[in-house]
């Protein structure tokens, strides 16, 4: 397995392998998909929108709707206005959305469309109509990743519709980052269960976790409403969890309709969520109920009795930056040593935040922002790991190297779980210690000899 990755390092200007990233519209695209009743549509050629639904698909096990442009050599050359046109004139008539979407691909950036005067002239020769709304964002792949286009779309919907309305002073906004469903469920319980009054975006929880039933719906009952979007600017304060997924929203809130903002990291592992928890008892003066101290007790209890496993441990970790951030910390309070640590996601804050998070535990941490896995695996082969953490693509080096192995972040394509059992909160604390110790012990059983094979541990 990857027999042709050589130990020795040369540097690598140009040539990218394995990367830890994919492209912005695909974030996007996910973000719309948070919003009730939305139909996201990808201005480009077909091929972009395929891919990025089929990947989406693959992690989620759900169908996920999206229309295009569906470019051609045409359209290439003259600019995609017609075909935009004719797609929400056809999107209306057929889908029926409530809101559309609309993220550009590389295609449409670098011929340039200029989407808010095509989308301003569909309004005005009726194409979109009364009461239905269209939306976008720019989307370049060629900059940042797929977080980048989050980012760019939840920014959006402040852009389109946050407004200072006299809404109630008392609600918060949460921008959860570019979390699983089953996280954004967390969030909103945890919120909820603090007596906090909230507006979440996006959300799609209910909308890619939803059940199973006789009939078919295109557009799912959950989803970010947008009399909950207008609000938004009336808000006390925004939290937004992930500096990379959600600060663009709420520095755009902040700008447009003067509220206020903290950016926090996403709440992943016992120190951020204990951030979080101090961040909505500082922000509102409502004290956490004795059900979230308890559940917090419970992670502390698994910490102290399973320590001795974790202790010492070397990990390598690559995902999405503000996962990877969370994560490192997260391991550190376990006593391990995070050595490698890669995103695919550019951006200097990173390789900064985590050396300030491993200083004094490990020495000389391998740090990379716009890493890729090949360098990961180099890596590795240098100085092995005892665990590794990240997405499937991971299992590839952890079959060469023949290490633990624990899926985190996205794209899981080949399990389960990762939609509906949360990784945020204390609850996800519990549910990563008990992924983390499984990985851990099973090694210990496969490699321990007779006279070692514990029925206790
Ligand atoms: S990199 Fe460009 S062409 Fe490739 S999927 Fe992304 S948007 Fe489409």
Redesign the pocket.
């Known amino acids: 397995m990857l027999n042709m990755t050589p130990k020795e390092i040369f540097e690598r200007k140009a040539l990218r392998i394995n990367p830890a990233k994919t492209?912005q519209?695909i974030g996007a695209l996910y973000a719309s998909l948070g919003i009730h009743n939305c139909l996201p549509h990808s201005h480009?050629s077909q091929?972009?929108c395929a891919?990025h639904r089929s990947h989406l698909t693959r992690h989620y096990k759900e169908p996920i709707m999206a229309s295009t442009s569906s470019f051609t050599e045409g359209s290439s050359v003259f600019g995609g206005g017609a075909n935009l046109r004719q797609a929400l004139k056809t999107i209306f008539q057929v889908y029926d959305p409530e809101i559309v979407a609309v993220h550009t691909?590389?295609?449409s950036e670098t011929i340039g469309d200029d989407l808010p005067s095509l989308i301003k002239k569909a309004r005005e020769d009726g194409i979109i109509p009364e009461g239905k709304f269209v939306i976008h964002t720019n989307t370049p792949?060629y900059v940042g990743s797929h977080v980048t286009g989050f980012s760019n779309m939840t920014a959006a919907m402040v852009k389109y519709f946050a407004k200072k309305n006299g809404a109630s002073k008392d609600t918060i906004n949460v921008v959860p980052g570019y979390v699983e469903p089953s996280d954004m469920r967390e969030i909103k319980r945890l919120v909820g269960q603090m007596g906090i009054k909230y507006i979440l975006f996006p959300d799609t929880s209910d909308v890619l976790d939803s059940p199973q039933r006789a009939r078919f719906s295109m557009y799912p009952k959950g989803g970010v409403k947008i009399e909950d979007l207008k609000d938004t600017g009336s808000s006390k304060i925004t939290l937004s969890l992930g500096k990379f997924a959600s600060e663009g929203a709420a520095t755009l809130l902040d700008q447009m309709c003067e509220v206020p903002y903290k950016v926090l990291d996403l709440p992943i592992g016992i120190a951020a969520t204990d951030r979080f928890i101090e961040a909505l008892i500082e922000v509102t003066g409502k004290e956490p109920p004795e059900s979230i101290t308890d559940e917090r007790g419970r992670v502390v209890d698994i910490m102290t009795d399973m320590l001795q496993y974790f202790h010492g441990k070397k990990v390598a970790v690559f995902g999405d930056p503000d996962q990877v951030i969370s994560m490192t910390e997260f391991l550190v309070h376990l006593g391990m040593k995070p050595v490698h640590i890669v995103t695919g996601t550019p951006g200097k804050y990173f390789e900064r935040r985590i050396k300030e998070i491993v200083k004094g535990v490990v020495d000389n941490p391998n740090v990379k922002a716009f890493g890729d896995l090949f360098l990961l695996h180099q890596w590795i082969k240098n100085e092995p790991v005892d665990l590794l953490i990240g997405n499937t693509y991971g299992k590839y080096i952890a079959r060469a190297e023949d290490i633990p192995f624990v899926r985190f972040g996205f794209p899981i394509l080949d399990r389960i779980g990762h939609s509906y059992f949360p990784t945020v909160g204390y609850r996800g604390a519990m549910r990563l210690l008990e992924k983390m110790l499984d990985a851990l012990l099973d090694r210990q059983d496969r490699d321990a000899p007779d006279s070692k094979f514990e029925l206790v541990m």
Do not use: A, F, V
């Open positions: 492209c519209p480009g091929g972009c891919y691909t590389c295609l792949s």
